[in-house]
């Protein structure tokens, strides 16, 4: 499949999934691509080719998720479903070796990103918010996580909704609860600062808007309010690791 047809099946899965009953919502480069028609094209500049799917759902959706999945002639990794028991599926196509996974409730890899009362605010895809959340939570960014941010960034606004702009207050609030989770999203929005004025097919007038909103996010970061948890942990500082190694994430 080509990537514009990549697109099309993802959707057809999250109807499907809808007329099951289900609510399932892409995340990862499809995601990514399919909120920026104008700046979509940054992902080739890091020879982004899609090859996989990623979705969000809930646990409680999984017996229609599973129906969803099989009718469209996916087989279901059975030892992997019991590994990961509620939190994943994976499925795999025989006919298009399309591989597919399914993260119920939450994103748990370096960091837990959660999906609870957020699936019901986008379509087909995660919000904004989240997909900025799926990225910079991840401590060892690559050159794709790199581009898709900037990317997302250059299309849309910051503000304080999740109607195609990237909702700022979401990322505040929880970073301002999680003293981990802050520390991982403000160091690497700060990376992509950093690694987008090294990106000579990057035009300065798109690097200074990206910067603009990276800058105008991280001082709705700085602003929110702090649990006093995170007070106490902030005393310890990098002392003391606060996220999970790529290693220890079950993948």
Known sequence: MDDQEFKTYAIRLVEEAQKQGALLRLLG?????????????????????????DFAAYYNHAG???????????????????VFARSRLIYGDP??????????????????????????????????????????QIIQL???????????FREHHVNSGDEETINGE?????CAKDWGLWRTITMNLRK?????????????ADRVVVEERIAQLLSAVDAQPKSTAWSLRNKVGDRVKWYKEVSEVQQ
């Open 64 to 82: 229609a998720i599973r129906k969803t999945f099989e009718k469209f002639g996916f087989i279901e990794d059975r030892e992997t479903a019991v």
């Open 95 to 136: 006919k298009t070796l399309l591989h597919v996974d399914v993260f119920f409730d939450k994103l748990d890899f370096c960091h837990v990103i959660p999906w609870a009362g957020r699936l019901e605010v986008d379509r087909p895809t995660i919000p904004l918010a989240e997909l900025v959340l799926e990225k910079m």
């Open 142 to 152: 690559n050159k794709k996580d790199v581009i898709d941010t900037i990317m997302l």
């Open 29 to 53: 480069a499809v995601a990514f691509s399919m909120h920026c028609p104008t700046f979509g094209y940054f992902q080739a500049k890091a020879d982004r080719h899609f090859t996989d799917l």
């Open 170 to 174: 979401r990322i505040a609030q929880m």
């Open 192 to 204: 992509v600062v950093e690694l987008g004025r090294t990106y000579d097919w990057l035009p300065e």
